[in-house]
């Protein structure tokens, strides 16, 4: 029989934090151009990240990714040139 007073919520090793990159799409915004948010959170005893219910509300996420990522190009959008990373 579970407690009462059990919480539900994945259990989160000690102090396993993790920086993610999060694209998603704004449930809000009728646009369908997707955003990127970095933020550091925690992974649950699986390894799994957790992703707090906060950050979620209003969004419909497409990929995590680990570490922090830059997004060059999305639905069409051309890649900006950068002149130090350009290939002869």
């Given at each position: ?5 059990e ?14 990159s ?67």
């Open positions: 029989m579970k407690n009462i007073n919480s539900s919520a994945p259990a989160v090793i000690g102090n396993n934090a993790i920086e993610i999060v694209l998603y799409i704004c449930q809000t915004n009728l646009s369908i151009k997707p955003q990127l948010e970095t933020l550091t959170t925690q992974k649950n005893l699986n390894g799994r990240v957790i992703i707090p219910a906060e950050f979620k509300a209003g969004k419909n996420i497409l990929a995590v990714m680990e570490g922090r990522v830059q997004l060059l190009n999305s639905l069409g959008d051309r890649a900006e040139h950068n002149q130090e990373h350009q290939v002869a």
